[in-house]
């Protein structure tokens, strides 16, 4: 008698249920499982990727029940997966977004010792440190990261406002000027660079970022 197969090799997509919540947004992503004649991933591994994927949709949207979501799947597996870095990461991410910095800051730390060189978490307490007016901390956090990866705008900027905080303005210019080489759509930056050159007495510098700044204001939105 011929062997058959019992097991469905059809991909299985069950959608993630609705949050809880009036005006709540639905979780996009379905959870996606593949049965090639074996068991299906076990319990925590699934929580573990709806987790995972709850807190990516959360920073994606800022939507704070959703990182809710995220930390009640992730923070049962936090200790017995304290290796497992990604993990770890969204549950930073979903801490920090739902006011946890503390919590948040502590996962960072976690990572940092197991990869000194872990992006997210260098950027993690790197922000966190700036929002807090940590500026020394955070400018070392950055520093670390900009070395790593020199290519993030948003983190020069940041480095040129906590330059600027402490009173390194030749070195805050600087860094703006990185910030526009990566972005030069950043209207925000070149007033904030029109003001520093102003200061520094090159009106020169200053009106010509001034300039920049009030062409950008006046271009049409772009459509997408």
């Keep these: 008698m011929p ?6 090799h059809r991909l299985l997509r069950n959608p993630l249920t609705q949050l809880a919540g009036a005006g709540h947004a639905e979780a996009e992503t379905a959870v996606t499982l593949i049965d090639e004649a074996r068991e299906l991933a076990p319990q925590w591994e699934q929580q573990r990727a709806r987790g995972i994927m709850f807190a990516r949709r959360a920073e994606q949207t800022s939507d704070v029940l959703l990182a809710d979501q995220a930390i009640n799947a992730l923070r049962p597996l936090a200790v017995p997966l304290a290796n ?17 910095t503390g919590g948040a800051g502590a ?31 955070a400018l070392e956090y950055l520093d670390r990261l900009l070395a790593i990866n020199p290519y993030q705008s948003n983190s020069h900027g940041r480095r040129a406002h906590i330059l600027g905080r402490l009173e ?11 910030t526009i080489e990566l972005d030069p759509t950043s209207v925000h930056v070149y007033r904030w660079l029109s003001h520093a050159c102003a200061l520094a007495g090159d009106q020169e510098s200053s009106q010509k970022y001034s300039n920049m700044a009030d062409t950008l204001e006046r271009l049409p ?4």
Excluded at 3 to 8: F, G, I, R
Excluded at 84 to 100: E, I, K, V, Y
């Design 3 to 8: 062997h058959t197969t019992q097991t469905d």
């Design 84 to 100: 497992d870095l990604p993990l770890q990461a969204a549950l930073a991410a979903a801490l920090n977004l739902t006011g946890d």
């Design 107 to 137: 996962v960072w730390q976690g990572i940092l010792q197991q990869d000194p060189s872990h992006e997210a978490a260098l950027e993690g307490l790197a922000y966190a440190c700036h929002d807090a007016g940590q500026f020394e901390l």
């Design 168 to 178: 390194r303005m030749p070195e805050a210019i600087e860094a703006a000027q990185r």
């Design 221 to 224: 939105p772009v459509e997408r």
